[in-house]
């Protein structure tokens, strides 16, 4: 999901033939519903909306279950840590 206008998004998605849908975050109500907008930045900031990087894993259900996000954009959250933690509530919860 990135806040990019649409136009943008669909020339990406068609030139890099993914396979699944790109979201657009209008007026960052995601990333604020996510707790995870980059505080750095304020209003008419160029980069005001930029989530910190991360993952959340969404259930079935459409439940938030888990929530990786880190500040800074040269680190990720540890894909061994988020395949475990997922792993985990799969196996117990979805």
């Given at each position: 999901?990135?806040?990019?206008?649409?136009?943008?998004?669909?020339?990406?998605?068609?030139?890099?033939?993914?396979?699944?849908?790109?979201?657009?975050?209008?007026?960052?109500?995601?990333?604020?519903?996510?707790?995870?907008?980059?505080?750095?930045?304020?209003?008419?900031?160029?980069?005001?909306?930029?989530?910190?990087?991360?993952?959340?894993?969404?259930?079935?259900?459409?439940?938030?279950?888990?929530?990786?996000?880190?500040?800074?954009?040269?680190?990720?959250?540890?894909?061994?840590e988020v395949y475990?933690?997922?792993?985990?509530?799969?196996?117990?919860?979805?």
């Amino acid at each position: 999901m990135t806040y990019d206008e649409r136009l943008l998004l669909a020339q990406f998605h068609e030139s890099e033939n993914l396979g699944y849908p790109l979201l657009q975050d209008e007026n960052t109500r995601h990333v604020d519903a996510y707790g995870v907008k980059n505080a750095e930045y304020e209003p008419g900031h160029q980069g005001y909306g930029i989530p910190y990087p991360g993952i959340i894993y969404i259930q079935r259900n459409g439940q938030v279950a888990l929530k990786f996000a880190v500040p800074g954009y040269r680190q990720r959250p540890p894909l061994v840590e988020v395949y475990e933690a997922v792993s985990a509530r799969v196996s117990g919860a979805d």
